[in-house]
């Protein structure tokens, strides 16, 4: 079955910065848009980026545009995001999920906090 | 963006009884291509979101049939014939047609 395993989350100070893996398996990875979902602990999913299968498209919710970015490396079947400038409102798990959402990851916890 | 409204926001539900969530468009979710991508997660505590239905009413693997999806256009609904003590979790629902992709803010299913 198609697996999803996110790492790379942690505790950062405000204004630092994070880089979120999330290696991918037994799917051809490069057919697929992937994105990366948010939820605040206790709160609602946030959808936050995406990106095309070949890495030419890519989009930004409007919290994080501009301080977040997405790619892909697709010969190691691996969804990065990149997060700068971080704010304490980007505290939550995030998940990455393939197209259709069908599959997601389990996680990684980001704690923005001094 | 398109904002998707969800009610209830709880539902406590006696086992065995019936139980239906409405999702709310503020704008059509027919994409140009004619599909409509309208999908509901279940989240158990403790757990990833788990897609239970694509495209309104498709069912995922492995999904009881007691589920089912509905709706079009702007007004969708999932429903559990008799809910069961596994159905207890937060269920979502998405809309995939419009950019940014958007959530429902979760309805909140309890055993009574």
């Known amino acids: 079955e198609v697996q999803l395993v996110e790492s790379g989350g942690g505790l950062v100070q405000p204004g630092g910065s994070l880089r979120l893996s999330c290696a991918a398996s037994?799917?051809?990875?490069?057919?697929?848009?992937m994105h990366w979902v948010r939820q605040v602990p206790g709160k609602g999913l946030v959808w936050v980026s995406g990106i095309e299968g070949d890495g030419s498209r890519t989009r930004y919710a409007d919290p994080v545009e501009g301080r977040f970015t997405i790619s892909r490396d697709n010969a190691e079947n691996t969804l990065y995001l990149q997060m700068n400038s971080l704010r304490a409102e980007d505290t939550a798990v995030y998940y990455c999920?393939?197209?259709?959402?069908?599959?997601w990851g389990q996680g990684t916890l980001v704690t923005v906090s001094s | 963006d398109v904002v998707l409204t969800q009610s209830p926001l709880s539902l406590p539900v006696t086992l065995g009884q019936p139980a239906s969530i409405s999702c709310r468009s503020s704008?059509?979710?027919?994409?140009?291509?004619?599909?409509?991508?309208l999908n509901w997660f279940q989240q158990r505590p403790g757990q990833s979101p788990r897609r239970l239905f694509y495209e309104v009413s498709n069912r995922d693997s492995g999904v009881p049939d007691r589920f089912s999806g509905s709706g079009s256009g702007t007004d969708f609904t999932l429903k559990i014939s008799r809910v069961e003590a596994e159905d207890v979790g937060v269920y979502y629902c998405m809309q995939g047609t419009h950019w940014p992709k958007t959530f429902g803010q979760g309805t909140k299913v309890e055993i009574k």
């Open positions: 704008q059509s979710l027919v994409h140009s291509n004619g599909n409509t991508y």
């Open positions: 037994r799917f051809t990875f490069s057919s697929y848009w």
């Open positions: 999920t393939r197209e259709g959402f069908d599959f």
